[in-house]
């Protein structure tokens, strides 16, 4: 880490140029959420075939990420950042191109390259930065501006399919992506650590291992023979014990196994990926629903998820208090229930019901889900010592996509998996969804006790001061 301190400007400035790539970001995806359908139409489609387009890009973002601790501490974090930065404007405009699947498929995986080295080199920057009492703080500042993507995202969406062409959906990107280059060439920090020789074998069985399980996702979607899931599922796990059995031996693996041995790290972790499978669904699954079930334009579905992020930003502003007076514990676990109870409620309404009986309960599940993703993006690092920043940080970012990646995966194979049951559904196709979203819920409540592992006086190193 380097010994110069960063100047004011910079302390003001950097949250800003992270919060520009997570903008960017979360604008993409959440504009892709509500076009689905109309993309699905104009390049002949089934909607709910399109998850390629969303899990090519997360499994990218996966399976890239570890590397980008690596680079960054290597090359530094100024030219990786920039570097992303360019390479995720390029994938946009590839994506505006497409003009099949299969294309878009592919401009969605360069997308991912960028992606993957964008977020989490910016998040080292900060953290290399800001002391640890001033780190929440700075991330939950870099969050807020950000937050602004969701919002637009749905609405954006939904007037350039009604009233433009979906292509333009990607073509937003630059400008912003512009912006950053610019804010970084200036501001950004250049840390740079003393490197030792990568770890390609380990890089490269934990790559095999990820997409050996993506995989299994995908197909258990697509087809009724269980055979070839079943052993794609057992050799991905086979590769994850192989790096288990690597990382032991290897003087610097890319992912230390003594990682695993701070226990707040575990745990969020864990409560990262399990939590994250039931909450990454609902914002591709209310937008199709809408659309599919209601009959209602892209524009209207976006209008409807879209006040779901002003309450998210809403809730940053509460965050810090709420961890300062029940601790991460308390927050997580109780936290945890009442989204997973949400999303259960989303089942309540028929598709004889106002669709506007969705929008409180969204409302409500925007202000939880920004308590939650911040407080377990900062418990996950608040006892990691500075050697392991880049990998411990490199590996929260990675298992938060795997998460987002089988979240979305999960929900539309429990989705297929009700559309087919027709005795089931009795003649109304809605009921595939209100059931999804019963299954989806009650794993969220499950995996609020994973948090249960925590102590009430961890993260006490993270208030503010």
Known sequence: MSEIKPSESVKKILPFILATAIFMQMLDSTILNTSLPSIARDLQ??????????????????????????????FGTKR???????????????????QDLTQLVISRVIQGVGGSLMTPV????????FDKNELLKAM???IVPALIGPILGPVIGGYIVDYLSWHWIFLINIPIGVLGIILSIRFMPNYKSPVIDFDLKGFLIFAAASLLLSISLELLGNTSNITPILLIVMLGFLMLYYYFKHAKTDNNPIFPLNLFQVRTFRVGILGNLATRLGISSVPLLVPLMIQMSYGRSA?????????MALTAMFGKSFVIGILDRFGYRKTLMTNTFIIGILICCLAIPTVHS????????LLAMGFFNSIQFTSMNTISIADLRSYHTSSGNSLVSVNQQFAVGFGVSFGLVVLKLFEGDTTLLHNEAHNAFRYTFLIVGFLTILSGFVFRR????????????
């Open 45 to 74: 489609e089934s909607p709910l075939n399109m998850q390629n387009a969303i899990v090519s890009y997360v499994l990218t973002l996966a399976l890239f990420m570890p590397v980008s601790g690596f680079l960054a501490d290597k």
């Open 80 to 98: 990786i950042f920039i570097f992303s930065l360019i390479l995720f404007s390029i994938g946009s405009l590839f994506c505006s191109l497409s």
């Open 122 to 129: 910016g998040k080292l920057a900060l953290i290399k930065t």
């Open 140 to 142: 939950n500042y870099a």
């Open 299 to 307: 524009l209207t579905s976006g209008w409807i998820v879209a006040p």
């Open 354 to 361: 106002s669709i506007y009986w969705f929008v409180p309960i």
């Open 454 to 465: 925590l102590h009430a006086s961890d993260g006490e190193n993270m208030k503010s001061a």
